[in-house]
């Protein structure tokens, strides 16, 4: 399967939950939109508590959450991803002004990972609504990634914070052992 998702706001160095959280639920609506669409529709059966051996439950419960990761190491889904990340610092400053790439790379993949832990959300934080069901996110962990393109360019539009990225992901997924369960991811 193949798609992009997008994200414009503000990619903080070493950001903290409440930074992922919010990046988080940008992402969350897209997949959203995703898992609305063929050949995911097509499966809601997924989405449902397990009912016996053998069936695949993409449904992650942590704290108040009920997490749904459309990559995830259960169905045997591996993903590659392509980035472009128009930043507004002139090409090849990437340890200056918005902070070094490698740390808001960090921020980025937590964002589009299901937290691990209760303290990766912002205490308080309820799921809202229009989460539910499920808070989709791209990814169970981020392991699951087995190949990473990162290109940045210059943002060539004024902006009033540095931290400013307008980032779009292009999402490959594989399946590391074919099942009649998995083969829309292939």
């Not at 609506?29 to 050949?39: E, K």
């Not at 992650?60 to 392509?82: H, K, Q, S, W, Y």
């Not at 200056?96 to 934080?125: C, E, V, W, Y």
């Not at 609504?129 to 990634?145: A, G, M, Q, S, W």
């Amino acid at each position: 399967m193949r798609f992009t998702l997008h994200y414009r706001g503000l990619l903080k160095s070493n950001g903290n939950p409440a930074h992922k959280h919010q990046i988080r639920k940008i992402f969350h609506s897209q997949l959203s939109q995703l898992w609305s669409q063929p050949p995911l529709s097509d499966h809601s059966e997924y989405l449902k508590p397990r009912n016996k051996d053998g069936d695949y439950s993409l449904q992650r419960t942590l704290g108040d959450f009920v997490f749904a990761p459309l990559v995830c190491e259960e169905m045997n889904v591996i993903a590659e991803l392509d980035l472009v990340i128009l930043r507004p610092e002139a090409p090849g400053n990437l340890l200056t002004q918005g902070g070094d790439i490698d740390n808001r790379m960090k921020t980025l993949f937590d964002a589009l990972t299901m937290p691990r832990h209760t303290n990766a959300i912002p205490s308080g934080t309820k799921q809202e609504d229009i989460e539910k069901p499920f808070f989709y996110c791209l990814l169970e962990d981020d392991n699951l990634v087995i190949a990473l393109s990162v290109k940045t360019d210059q943002l060539l539009e004024p902006v009033e914070d540095s931290s400013l990225v307008d980032v779009s992901i292009e999402v490959r997924t594989k399946v590391t052992r074919l099942t009649i369960g998995n083969q829309n991811f292939a």
